[in-house]
């Protein structure tokens, strides 16, 4: 289950919530987050645009243990695109298989349009892929992203269908990486366990934030495809 409905209503425009968007590093058995003020805290300080895009001086690295409580999770693009040496985005849908997607570079413009199934090659060939955006509260209340693809898609979607009726209800915890190998490709993807179930406060609080997380996501997927696309802020992305 999911405390957000995807069910749209109509509600006041709202800013979005979401504070950190986290991506799984496999290498580092952790997850990290693009920091734009960070960022911008580094160019005061004289940093170049370059020095801190090519050593991710702006990239934060979140170590686990990692505990939330699962929100609600949709499906997207993400990549870096060669030709315009740029970040891949698309717009969120709900039901992949008949909402169609806008898949573009933040510099060479629209890439694809249309269902997943239908202009995935595009995509593949312009540098993007498939990711899972999963939203959740963490522990201090804060609204995050968690952002999953290839292996790691797999291992949350076994966990999501064993747990689903259990997840409104309970932590989700990461408190371990798992050692993976297909051939000679070694890598890691997070172990999903279930925690403890949530307090009334914490229930309170997960509350909360799921209802600040719906009056901007009922915008959002109410706004012209094109028009949402262009509002997402850029991330740095692995090449």
Known sequence: MARISHTSEKSKSSNNPTKKYLEWKSNDKA???????????LLREGKTEDEIKKNKLANVKVNLPLKFVFLQHYHTVKGYNDASKSGITSNEVYYISSEPMTVRAFKGGTIAEG??????????????KYHRSVYVMLEDGTIAN???KGAV???????????????????????ESKDQKKGSVKYSTPDFTLGKSLTSKESGMADASASDLKLYLDEYFRKDEQEAVMAEEEVEFDL
């Open 31 to 41: 997850f990290d987050y693009y920091d734009s003020a960070l960022k911008e805290k």
């Open 115 to 128: 269902l997943y199934k239908e202009i995935k090659q595009d995509i593949t060939n312009a540098g993007g």
């Open 146 to 148: 968690l952002s999953f």
């Open 153 to 175: 898609v797999r291992e949350w979607s076994e966990f999501f269908s064993d747990n689903q009726s259990l997840l409104d209800n309970q932590w989700i915890e990461i408190n």
